[in-house]
């Protein structure tokens, strides 16, 4: 049942949640905590929340995958989230299991605190409606809330880890993509932003950049892949030799 849940579960402990004012208060509270982390020295805040206070989530959990998300958005203008699911395919199989390796104990700590609150809320309350001892039925609630607590922090910490494989992931193997998509590579980062900017209007618009308000939302790009110059090939291989009175003087020239 937890496995089925494991989408659902980790975007409840990233804070994409209904509860507007609640949230509000909660991301409030996470970016007071993001400035006083900023100001202190050696903070390494970028892997804890992300640049653009927009992005700020509820929950320490959510800042953490959100920051890993907005790295290569800031470096390379990828959207992290529509080219992910073609870039995990065209991982290295080493690569994989190493995200792999991180991710499981991600999900089994944050279904642990799932369970432990569950369990503080279920029979807290039998044991308050049961027993007398509301003592007892506070205890556990208390030490069951406790253990929720520990593992979701150690579902945190374990998130950053998380978070640099992604970011690695993307330095490394962001160009598998363009190749399995036939797109020439550009050979600069400036060409290569600019890159990505339309290939993420094309995935969220599903219309090819020479094509629709793609065309007029991009009028920088003269053509779709504007940094394209590769030469057509000749023809025939006698085009492809200049004659050699044309292309070098000749002996008598240079002895002159």
Request: proline letters at 7%; glycine letters at 4%.
């Amino acid at each position: 049942m937890l496995d089925a849940f494991t989408a659902p579960l980790i975007r409840f402990y990233e804070g994409y949640w209904s509860w507007k004012w609640f949230t509000r208060l909660l991301t409030n509270r996470q970016k007071a905590q993001k400035a006083k982390l900023t100001g202190s020295a050696h903070s390494h805040s970028f892997s804890r929340f992300p640049r653009s206070s927009a992005l700020l989530k509820p929950t320490r959990l959510g800042n953490v995958l959100v920051a890993a998300e907005e790295y290569p958005y800031q470096l390379y203008r990828l959207d992290a989230v529509i080219w992910w699911p073609r870039l995990i395919t065209l991982l290295p199989e080493g690569f994989r299991s190493q995200l792999d390796t991180a991710l499981t104990p991600l999900v089994a700590l944050l279904n642990l605190s799932m369970v432990f609150t569950i369990l503080a809320l279920g029979s807290g309350a039998t044991i308050l409606l049961t027993d007398k001892r509301w003592w007892l039925g506070g205890l556990v609630i208390v030490s069951m809330l406790v253990l929720a607590r520990a593992c979701y922090l150690a579902a945190t910490n374990q998130a950053m880890d998380y978070g640099q494989l992604i970011r690695v992931a993307y330095d490394l193997y962001r160009h598998d993509i363009l190749k399995q998509m036939h797109v020439p590579m550009p050979d600069n980062l400036v060409e290569e932003r600019l890159l990505w900017d339309t290939l993420n209007a094309v995935m969220y618009n599903y219309i090819p950049p020479w094509e629709g308000e793609v065309a007029t939302q991009t009028p920088r790009l003269a053509r779709p892949f504007y940094y394209d110059t590769h030469p057509t090939p000749p023809t025939s291989p006698q085009q492809a030799i200049t004659p050699t009175s044309e292309a070098s003087p000749s002996s008598e020239t240079i002895q002159r």
